[in-house]
């Protein structure tokens, strides 16, 4: 008995110390990445992929996209986003679904890209609930639905996502999805303009010339008030 609780000991310590050096290999490969050395950092965060570490599948795929450190491939840069898409990574599933979306690596296909990205939006990722929004108002692989879309970006500008601010403020400009709501519309597009979206500051102060003192300053009451939800 007290050699087979001994064969255990050594399989854990042996199975926590290949698990601590894998740890290690994505840690080194994301130092690798940011000081730019693209090939040592794809040394280190391949084994990590390998051995089924989802985030350092979805470094590599990057990799591959981008042509960092790797001949550039797009076909293998899918075949890494799906390894980590189907472990349940948000950013993984957003990606391909922009890769099925763009016809990257891939035949274009907007009903797999909304399926993908409906799996990320649904984790509460924003930048995936902004690109549902994108796909319901222009009917790209689901039905054209602007109350969704409208929807979708609230989720997103819930929790600060610039482009989705700026969008939900142009539906509310235009009553699309949403009741014509032009206090609203001027709070989301100041929001994206604090986001560093210029655009949406622009838009903001034509929507004013429309607006009474008392709307606008209501709106910038909003504004102030205002609290993202992550």
């Known amino acids: ?9 050594i399989t854990v310590v042996a199975l926590l110390s290949a698990v601590s050096a894998l740890a290690g290999d994505y840690e080194d490969g994301v130092a690798a990445y940011n000081r730019r050395d693209y090939p040592a950092a794809f040394q280190s965060l391949q084994p990590a992929a390998e051995h089924g570490n989802a985030v350092a599948q979805y470094d590599v795929g990057l990799m591959y996209e981008y042509g960092d450190g790797v001949a550039q491939d797009y076909a293998e840069a899918m075949q890494w986003f799906h390894r980590a898409a189907d472990q349940g990574y948000a950013n993984a599933q957003h990606h391909l679904g922009l890769m099925y979306r ?3 690596g891939v035949a274009q296909n907007y009903a797999v890209a909304a399926r993908w990205i409906r799996k990320a939006a649904d984790q509460g990722d924003a930048a995936a609930q902004t690109s549902l929004g994108e ?5 790209l692989g689901v039905a054209r639905n ?10 997103a500008a819930d929790q600060g996502d610039a482009s989705a601010e700026s969008r939900l403020g142009e539906m509310f400009v235009r009553g ?3 009741a014509r709501n032009y206090v609203l519309a001027h709070m989301w597009f100041s929001l994206a303009a604090a986001n560093g979206m210029d655009a949406a500051g ?4 034509q929507l004013a010339s429309l ?5 606008i300053e209501k709106a910038q009451r909003l504004v102030r008030a205002w609290k993202p939800t992550k």
């Open 1 to 9: 008995m007290g050699v087979i609780w001994f064969l255990i000991g």
């Open 102 to 104: 763009q016809g990257i």
């Open 135 to 139: 796909m319901y108002l222009g009917g």
């Open 146 to 155: 602007n109350a969704e879309a409208a929807k979708w970006y609230g989720k």
């Open 176 to 178: 699309q999805g949403v």
């Open 202 to 205: 622009k838009a903001r102060d």
């Open 211 to 215: 607006m009474t003192s008392t709307e």
